[in-house]
């Protein structure tokens, strides 16, 4: 027995998604003139930072790896750590492929050709209660999320994000110029 489907109709011209980045030159923080503390807001943990084998993580503590620069790129992001590493040269938060384990970020030498480097750091048109904006911050359709194992890099699917930000501005980067 031979069953055909009906034809699909489709419009002439695909919807517009409306998931465009923050606009850098309007906001210092996102044009990569200002170091941040990425603080999540679903959280009881405090901060994001880097532990010390350079996997990202969350801290209820000061740690000296807890603040970072969003240096525009395309209209992307990288996520740069605020102070240099041991080479002069800051390093970046990369999305690390665990096998069957969940994605995760570490940090990496800054390269803007890698898409695992590349961050989309959205406005979720919310504040927190000091009047922030809130973000939420993705890789390739991937959302940095809070998981059951700490911060990992998930798609949603149907899923609702779980997991948005807001940055604690820290003051002037002091990142040198490298371009």
Same mark, same amino acid.
């Given at each position: 027995?031979? *069953?055909?489907?009906?034809?699909?109709q489709t419009?002439?011209?695909?919807?517009?998604?409306?998931?465009?980045?923050?606009?850098? #030159?309007?906001?210092?923080?996102?044009?990569?003139?200002?170091?941040?503390? =990425? +603080?999540?807001?679903?959280?009881?943990?405090?901060?994001? +930072?880097? $532990?010390?084998?350079?996997?990202?993580?969350?801290? &209820?503590?000061?740690?000296? %790896?807890?603040?970072?620069?969003?240096?525009?790129?395309?209209g992307k992001? /990288?996520?740069?750590?605020?102070?240099?590493? %041991?080479?002069?040269?800051?390093?970046?938060?990369? +999305?690390?492929?665990?096998?069957? /384990?969940?994605? *995760?970020?570490?940090?990496?030498?800054?390269?803007?050709?890698?898409?695992?480097? !590349?961050?989309? =750091?959205? #406005?979720? @048109?919310? %504040?927190?209660? &000091?009047? $922030?904006? =809130?973000?939420?911050?993705?890789?390739?359709?991937?959302?940095?999320?809070? @998981? %059951?194992?700490?911060? =990992?890099?998930?798609?949603?699917? &149907?899923?609702? !994000?779980?997991?948005?930000?807001?940055?604690?501005?820290?003051?002037?980067? *002091?990142?040198?110029?490298?371009?």
């Open positions: 027995m031979q *069953t055909s489907a009906a034809p699909v419009s002439a011209a695909p919807a517009k998604t409306s998931k465009s980045p923050a606009k850098a #030159p309007s906001n210092p923080i996102l044009a990569g003139k200002r170091q941040v503390v =990425i +603080v999540p807001i679903e959280s009881f943990e405090g901060v994001v +930072v880097l $532990d010390d084998e350079g996997n990202l993580g969350l801290t &209820d503590g000061d740690s000296d %790896r807890s603040m970072f620069v969003f240096a525009p790129h395309d992001f /990288q996520i740069k750590t605020a102070k240099v590493a %041991r080479g002069g040269e800051p390093e970046c938060l990369g +999305v690390k492929n665990n096998g069957s /384990q969940s994605l *995760t970020v570490a940090a990496v030498a800054c390269d803007t050709g890698k898409a695992d480097q !590349l961050w989309d =750091i959205a #406005p979720t @048109g919310k %504040r927190d209660e &000091d009047g $922030d904006p =809130i973000y939420s911050i993705a890789n390739q359709s991937a959302f940095l999320q809070i @998981g %059951r194992s700490g911060l =990992i890099v998930e798609e949603l699917g &149907d899923a609702p !994000l779980l997991t948005t930000y807001t940055f604690a501005d820290n003051g002037k980067s *002091t990142l040198p110029k490298l371009d």
